[in-house]
């Protein structure tokens, strides 16, 4: 198993932003050394109905890190979300920064690329994102040193990002009282999501955790923030030593019985695209709806 650089001496302060829609938590993470900060999982507003997208959740973050004084270094995304729209590019452009995903982005894009019948104008390599992240890659975010982790299952470009004793963990584990996340989009594979689970629990106990979606189970209020202790203890699925076999089994069978996200098809879009929405012949924004294809 690879060996990270973990440093739990840094300590960064973490803003959350719950977007009520989506149930997504997207964090604005500042250096403690510095005036830097990286954004991590942003969210696009959109409704879908009417064909309208907005930008209130993006501008809020925008008011906030210019409020505060702060230098945006990254707009980091844990994967490619099938349940919200990115707000990356529009972010950048207001603010700067780089876009940054796991370098398996090329599999989600080669595979949805087929599935939304994507013509040659459609880029797979990735070149979409400023940084595509190998398992163990260092970036900056002031003086702060970050690292990416590998952790697919969920999908297969899935990573959880650590930036001094603070993990960003996406969609690769929830609360203890949620368990997990599901592994039967296209890619995804509940053994890998156990193996990559084990790793984030490899982590130091004390590391505290940062989910990307919280949606309360059983009525108690939304929560995003737990350790990796309390996750090795009391998660649901994973906890108290569950066995890699138990999981698999259990995934497999919740899994079957989950509805599709209701924001999967533009969001797939979107998001290969690094948050861009694609566009007709004509150049106006369209999204594409395929048949009988997920």
Known sequence: MMTYPVDMQIKPEVSAHFDEATNTITY???????????IVDSVMDIDYAAGRITY?????????IKER?????????THVHADHLSAA??????????????DK???????????FNE?????????QFDALFKDGDTYMVGEMS?????????????????????????????????????????????????DSIQKVLALPDEMRLFMCHDYGPGGRAIAWETTVGEEKRDNIHVGGGKTRAEFIKFRTERDAQLDMPKLILPSLQVNMRAGDVPKDADGNPMLKVPVNAI
């Open 69 to 77: 004084g702060l230098t945006l270094d990254w707009i980091i995304e």
């Open 146 to 194: 970050c690292f990416a982790m590998f952790t697919p299952g969920h999908t297969p470009a899935c990573m959880v990002h650590v930036m001094g004793d603070a993990a960003f963990a996406g969609d690769t584990l929830f609360m203890p009282d949620g368990g997990s996340a599901r592994a039967d989009f296209p890619g995804g594979d509940a053994g890998q999501l156990y």
């Open 119 to 127: 013509g040659t104008e459609f880029q797979r390599d990735g070149s």
């Open 28 to 38: 604005i993470v500042k250096d403690p050394a510095s005036n830097h900060c990286a």
């Open 89 to 102: 590019p529009y972010l950048q452009e207001r603010l700067g920064g780089k876009i940054g995903v796991g």
């Open 105 to 115: 982005i090329l599999v989600v894009q080669e595979t949805f690329g087929k599935v």
């Open 56 to 64: 209130e959740h993006a501008d809020a973050l925008i008011a906030e």
